[in-house]
C-alpha cells in the first residue's frame, strides 16, 4: 500500500497476572499530574464491538471511521488483518482534549480496561476459555502511587466492561479457534482474510454483502432474519462471528440452501487437504530451521 500510516505507540512492559480478587492500587482523575500521558502514547487494538460503538457516537459510516480513525495492522503470523486506533505523528490518540478522552462514554475496551489488560486461553481438553487479567505499570502513570484500593473486579464494575466484554466475547473465541487451529486451519487465502475484515469491521459494506442477492440465494434465512440484520450493527457483528467460523473452521453455523455445503465441500476438499498439508510442511521447516544452528 502507498498510503502512509502513522504507527501507534508499542509498549514493552512486562505484565503482572491477576485474578479477579486480586487487588490493586488505582487511580486515575483530572488533575492527577500525568492527566492524558497515557493517551500522548496510544496504541489502541479495536474489537468489532469498539468500531461500532465509535462510528455511532461520531454519526460516521464504517468505512469513514477505518479511514479517519484507524491504522491496519496484522494480527498474527498468517497475516490476520486488525485496527488501532490512529494517533498523531507524536503518538498522541486523535480523541484526546484538554479535558481527557472526547468519546469517553464510547471509549475502546482497551481504554477501559487500562492499567490492565486480559489475555483469554484455551487450556488442554478444556471447552471453555479462561481469562487472566493483567497488571500494567508504565512509568508515565502516577495512578499507581494513589492509596484508593479495590479489586480487578470492582475495577472493571466501576470502569463499564462488562457489556464490552459481552460482546467481544464471541471474536474473542473466534481468535483463540483461530491461534489454535494450527496445521488443521492452515493460512487462509488472501479473500478469506478479506472476507474477516470486512465481517469484524467494515459492517456496512458487510450489510450489503449480507442483503445481496447473491447471499440470499446460498444461505437458508427468514426473511425476518434479513430485516433485523439490515437495521441493527449488533446482530450483524454476531452475524458475522457465525459466519466466519464457517468460512475458517468449515462450521455450519448458518443454513445453507439444499446441495450447496455438499457442493462447496467437494470443490474445496482438495483446496483445504493442501492447506493442512502446506502448514505442516511449513511448521516444520521452521523447526529445522530453528534448530539448525544447535550443530
Request: hydrophobic fraction near 30%; aromatic fraction near 10%.
Amino acid at each position: 500500500m502507498s498510503e502512509k500510516f502513522d504507527t501507534p505507540f508499542q509498549s514493552n512492559i512486562v505484565p503482572t497476572i491477576l485474578e479477579l480478587g486480586s487487588t490493586l492500587k488505582f487511580r486515575c482523575y483530572k488533575g492527577i499530574s500525568c492527566f492524558n500521558a497515557c493517551c500522548k502514547n496510544a496504541d489502541i487494538t479495536l474489537t468489532p464491538y469498539d468500531i461500532i460503538r465509535l462510528k455511532q457516537r461520531l454519526g460516521k459510516s464504517s468505512a469513514e471511521l477505518l479511514k479517519e480513525h484507524t491504522v491496519p495492522f496484522q494480527m498474527d503470523q498468517d497475516g490476520l488483518p486488525g485496527v488501532k486506533l490512529r494517533t498523531t505523528d507524536e503518538g498522541a490518540c486523535l480523541f484526546m482534549n484538554e479535558e481527557g478522552c472526547s468519546v469517553y462514554e464510547d471509549r475502546p475496551t482497551a481504554c477501559r480496561y487500562y492499567p490492565l489488560g486480559n489475555m483469554i486461553r484455551l487450556d488442554t481438553g478444556s471447552k471453555e476459555a479462561h481469562v487472566d487479567y493483567v497488571l500494567i505499570k508504565e512509568d508515565h502513570c502516577k495512578g499507581h502511587e494513589e492509596e484508593r484500593e479495590l479489586t480487578v473486579h470492582e475495577y472493571l464494575v466501576e470502569q463499564e466492561t462488562a457489556q464490552y466484554d459481552e460482546m467481544n466475547k464471541e471474536w474473542q473465541q473466534l481468535m483463540l479457534m483461530k491461534r489454535s487451529g494450527g496445521p488443521s486451519v492452515g493460512k487462509p487465502p488472501e479473500a478469506t482474510l478479506q472476507m474477516y475484515f470486512m465481517c469484524a469491521f467494515d459492517m456496512d459494506r458487510f450489510r450489503r454483502f449480507v442483503l445481496s442477492d447473491n447471499f440470499k440465494a446460498t444461505y437458508d434465512l427468514e426473511e425476518s432474519t434479513y430485516e433485523v440484520l439490515a437495521k441493527e450493527d449488533i446482530s450483524l457483528m454476531q452475524f458475522g462471528n457465525r459466519l466466519m467460523k464457517q468460512v475458517f473452521f468449515g462450521l455450519r453455523t448458518i443454513p445453507e440452501k439444499n446441495g450447496i455445503w455438499e457442493k462447496r465441500v467437494d470443490e474445496r476438499q482438495e483446496v483445504w487437504d493442501a492447506r493442512r498439508q502446506a502448514e505442516i510442511q511449513r511448521q516444520q521447516q521452521a523447526e529445522d530451521e530453528r534448530y539448525s544452528g544447535d550443530d
